[in-house]
């Protein structure tokens, strides 16, 4: 799975570029409504085939706001993306991938069924892992095999990797068609 975090207009440019290696089932973007663009953001993705999941509402250090306020964040975020899809929203991302045990809960009882960190490591269906690609690390990414490859795109614009991020695409693709044979 290819992992696009946060709301940002420039993300609709990764979203052109993966529509067009035919990966928009392999790929979710987790949206927060930081921006005031979100809903057309979110739509335009959806449009596309994307799968849509939860950056919370503010995109908060979750690990630094009142359990009221937890709440509100992880309940409100996957109600709006629901309204705008019209699909259940089952994907969560931590924001800066800061997370405990509490929050850990506040995400199942807010009926997430998966939850990614920014950590390496899978530890479970709550705490899945990545592989955070910086833009610089691409021989790397295609040296492993990860469940979750995280991208940002400003790691594309300020390491002018855009050329890579089109052969990660090529390779990812093929690795792709050739486990599912």
Known sequence: MISIDDTCIENMIIA?????????KETIFFAD??????????????????????HTVNHLKLTDISDDELEAQLNDSK????EI??????????????FNNKIVEAVKKAGYKYARTCKREDDGEFKLGCFEMSGKNWSEAMERKY??????YYNLEQNNSFNQ?????????DETNRNNK
């Open 16 to 24: 052109d570029i993966i529509k067009e290696k035919g990966l928009e």
């Open 33 to 54: 409504f930081i921006d005031g663009n979100a809903n057309e953001y979110i739509k335009y993705l959806h449009n596309l085939g994307f799968q849509i999941g939860s």
């Open 79 to 82: 109600k709006m993306i629901e």
């Open 85 to 98: 899809t019209g699909k259940p929203c089952i994907w969560f991302a931590y924001p800066y991938g800061l």
């Open 147 to 152: 469940a979750i490859y995280q991208m940002h």
């Open 165 to 173: 991020f089109n052969q990660f695409l090529t390779w990812y693709k």
